[in-house]
């Protein structure tokens, strides 16, 4: 285990392996034609494989804020942070139906979105519409509503959709985050790493949640997949790291 401000957090390595592990429990894509060119798609697009994808996407993202973290590029870093906060939503939606809250007909039309080629560009045009069908309130407003009595925690929204907003400044390059780039000891604005960066310590810390949320979904997919073993090993790794992250 590597620590980080004395936090147990499981090394890079950890995650890469439990991904392992569940891709070799599970159906490989296989190479189809799509438009005359070879892709790579699993056979059955269900939820089980969509986890499956979205582990990998948060497990790759991790290795990839770890590098940003290093050589400074903190606004990056942010604009990342803000995906992997949706990619953790994703999960938990898309797999709260396998222990027994309800599957909605937004679970069906996100799936629908998540699995559909990119249209040809003269279907594009003439038809523009955005890729996602479920707004993320939506995905919040469900993922509020995962607790014994069913009951709305209006509580949860308002603290994902403050996240959000604060990462938001990043995503959008708004004028007080850019502003961050600026370094006064240099008088001049750090395109290629700012490592000295006071706000280095906050970001790093911060980013120290990704890992906590990364063993939970670790944990959420194994069971889902049946990986009993992995699961447990997440849970108990997730019991040891929770009272550092509350």
């Given at each position: ?97 396998f222990f027994g809250f309800s599957k909605t007909e937004d679970h069906q039309r996100y799936l629908q979105n998540f699995w559909a080629n990119e249209p040809e560009f003269r279907e594009f045009s003439g038809h523009q519409r955005n890729r996602w069908s479920i707004p993320r309130k939506t995905v919040r407003r469900y993922l509020s509503q995962v607790n014994p ?98």
């Open positions: 285990m590597s620590n980080s401000d004395d936090r147990p957090i499981p090394p890079l390595r950890w995650y890469t392996s439990a991904f392992e592990q569940l891709q070799n429990e599970h159906p490989l894509p296989q190479p189809q034609s799509v438009r005359e060119k070879t892709a790579f798609r699993f056979e059955k697009e269900n939820i089980e494989a969509a986890l499956l994808l979205k582990l990998a996407r948060y497990i790759s993202s991790l290795h990839a804020g770890q590098l940003l973290l290093a050589q400074g590029f903190l606004q990056e870093l942010s604009t990342l942070q803000r995906t992997l906060d949706e990619i953790h939503e994703d999960i938990l939606f898309l797999g709260m139906p009595e069913r009951a709305t925690d209006h509580s949860a929204i308002a603290v994902s959709a403050y996240l959000s907003r604060l990462y938001s400044g990043y995503l959008h390059a708004a004028a007080p985050q850019l502003l961050e780039l600026y370094d006064p000891k240099r008088r001049s604005f750090r395109l290629t790493g700012y490592p000295e960066s006071s706000l280095l310590k906050d970001h790093r810390h911060d980013f120290d949640n990704q890992f906590f949320r990364g063993v939970l979904c670790v944990s959420f997919v194994a069971r889902i997949l049946s990986a009993d073993q992995l699961a447990a090993e997440a849970y108990e790794v997730h019991n040891r790291l929770e009272k550092h992250f509350h």
